[in-house]
């Protein structure tokens, strides 16, 4: 069997790729990095030039040479070869008939417990109340909490300054413990938002309502600063869904500066270099929640990686999917029940992308150029 051709689809803030066979076989595969698409695409592109006639099944080799045969790496790059790489992969599951995670060492589990992973903000206490109480009611066993300061800068200043920061965040845990109770989980995201003294006081003062994780509670860029924070407090934190090398998850768990990492599998080389940081992480007693902010690929090839290894935590299920939002985007959804997805069945990653999910949902890339301020006209980390 040989690679004859090489294809991009956008859809939504969605790019996909899709990998011809002579055998008739497709492979579908997702980019990670949202903000880049374009260039992501581009990125694919150039590599498709050394994919076409040669062996589908060359997965390691192929994940290894793209890594090295150019001195620049990053974020695009790692990106372009993560979407590659799980197509590649649903092409040798579906060449050999079987889920991918039979190719990983078969199931260590019947199915993936998930979190909501919300991307709206409540603007006032009733209606955030009101949206816990609802994820409870449609099965969700944990969900994710925003604490990353408000939605937009007040000009005085108050609700950003360290007391009140650190107040009203709390407010918000304490509010959505009381609605739904002890038997649901939280995932508080801080998405980086905090500096150090900040999330120190703040994890401290949180930690009677019991959170299940604190989510880059500062920028994960200085691997030291994170391991100080996890030193000094109660709740475990999760890191790592901007990394993209295996090393830096060995540095990271180095430093024992987090509980769960955060590998995202259409960023950081697919699913063969997440594979080999799982297990890097059983190595060190961490757990794994892998980072899905994408569409209905990336979940599936987290659902594969989830069903193979030892170490799961908890899987994130993005709120962009949320209520069927995205279920006409591939031909068959994955399925939710009890606060969990069910692991496909069907050969390689366990979707196909529907015929007109570009008309569907049309491409729209996600984020911008412009940084989020603070009240006095400074930068903040996003």
């Given at each position: 069997?040989?690679?004859?051709?090489?294809?991009?689809?956008?859809?939504?803030?969605?790019?996909?790729?899709?990998?011809?066979?002579?055998?008739?076989?497709?492979?579908?595969?997702?980019?990670?990095?949202?903000?880049?698409?374009?260039?992501?695409?581009?990125?694919?592109?150039?590599?498709?030039d050394?994919?076409?006639?040669?062996?589908?099944?060359r997965?390691?080799?192929?994940?290894?040479?793209?890594?090295?045969?150019?001195?620049?790496?990053?974020?695009?790059?790692?990106?372009?070869?993560?979407?590659?790489?799980?197509?590649?992969?649903?092409?040798?599951?579906?060449?050999?008939?079987?889920?991918?995670?039979?190719?990983?060492?078969?199931?260590?589990?019947?199915?993936?417990r998930?979190?909501?992973?919300?991307?709206?903000?409540?603007?006032?206490?009733?209606?955030?109340?009101?949206?816990?109480?609802?994820?409870?009611?449609?099965?969700?066993?944990?969900?994710?909490?925003?604490?990353?300061?408000?939605?937009?800068?007040?000009?005085?200043?108050?609700?950003?300054?360290?007391?009140?920061?650190?107040?009203?965040?709390l407010?918000?845990?304490?509010?959505?413990?009381?609605?739904?109770?002890?038997?649901?989980?939280?995932?508080?995201?801080?998405?980086?938002?905090?500096?150090?003294?900040?999330a120190?006081?703040?994890?401290?003062?949180?930690?009677?309502?019991?959170?299940m994780?604190?989510?880059?509670?500062?920028?994960?860029?200085?691997?030291?600063?994170?391991?100080?924070?996890?030193?000094?407090?109660?709740?475990?934190?999760?890191?790592g869904?901007?990394?993209?090398s295996?090393?830096?998850?060995?540095?990271?768990?180095?430093?024992?500066?987090?509980?769960?990492?955060?590998p995202?599998?259409?960023?950081?080389?697919g699913?063969?270099?997440?594979?080999?940081?799982?297990?890097?992480?059983?190595?060190?007693?961490?757990?794994?929640?892998?980072?899905?902010?994408?569409?209905?690929?990336?979940?599936?090839?987290?659902?594969?990686?989830?069903?193979?290894?030892p170490?799961?935590?908890?899987?994130?299920?993005?709120?962009?999917?949320?209520?069927?939002?995205?279920?006409r985007?591939?031909?068959?959804?994955?399925?939710?029940?009890?606060?969990?997805?069910?692991?496909?069945?069907?050969?390689?990653?366990?979707?196909?992308?529907?015929?007109?999910?570009?008309?569907?949902?049309?491409?729209?890339?996600?984020?911008?150029?412009?940084?989020?301020?603070?009240?006095?006209?400074?930068?903040?980390?996003?």
């Open positions: 069997m040989k690679i004859t051709d090489l294809k991009l689809r956008y859809a939504k803030h969605y790019l996909f790729v899709q990998i011809y066979t002579d055998a008739g076989i497709i492979g579908l595969g997702e980019a990670g990095n949202w903000g880049y698409l374009n260039a992501t695409g581009e990125a694919i592109l150039k590599f498709k050394y994919l076409i006639g040669k062996d589908p099944f997965i390691e080799d192929f994940n290894q040479n793209f890594l090295r045969s150019v001195y620049f790496r990053g974020s695009v790059i790692m990106s372009a070869i993560s979407a590659i790489d799980i197509a590649l992969w649903d092409i040798k599951g579906k060449a050999l008939g079987v889920p991918v995670y039979e190719l990983l060492g078969g199931k260590t589990r019947e199915k993936v998930v979190y909501a992973s919300v991307m709206t903000k409540a603007t006032d206490n009733e209606s955030l109340v009101a949206g816990y109480r609802q994820l409870q009611e449609q099965g969700f066993t944990a969900a994710k909490i925003f604490v990353n300061g408000p939605i937009e800068a007040p000009a005085d200043g108050k609700g950003e300054f360290f007391s009140s920061r650190i107040e009203s965040e407010e918000k845990v304490r509010l959505c413990r009381e609605a739904v109770g002890s038997d649901f989980d939280f995932v508080l995201e801080v998405h980086r938002g905090m500096t150090a003294p900040e120190i006081a703040f994890a401290r003062a949180v930690e009677p309502y019991r959170p994780v604190l989510e880059d509670p500062v920028p994960p860029d200085n691997v030291d600063t994170m391991a100080e924070v996890a030193s000094k407090i109660g709740v475990p934190i999760a890191t869904e901007r990394f993209i295996l090393r830096e998850f060995q540095v990271l768990m180095n430093r024992h500066a987090a509980a769960y990492i955060r995202d599998v259409c960023a950081v080389g699913i063969t270099v997440s594979k080999k940081i799982c297990a890097v992480a059983e190595a060190n007693d961490v757990l794994v929640i892998p980072h899905n902010p994408l569409g209905p690929v990336s979940t599936a090839a987290c659902l594969q990686l989830c069903a193979s290894i170490n799961l935590g908890i899987q994130e299920l993005p709120g962009f999917c949320l209520n069927g939002a995205e279920d985007m591939v031909k068959e959804p994955l399925a939710f029940q009890d606060g969990c997805l069910l692991i496909p069945e069907a050969p390689g990653i366990g979707v196909e992308l529907a015929d007109d999910a570009e008309d569907l949902y049309p491409a729209k890339e996600r984020g911008s150029n412009a940084a989020k301020r603070a009240f006095d006209g400074s930068v903040k980390d996003w």
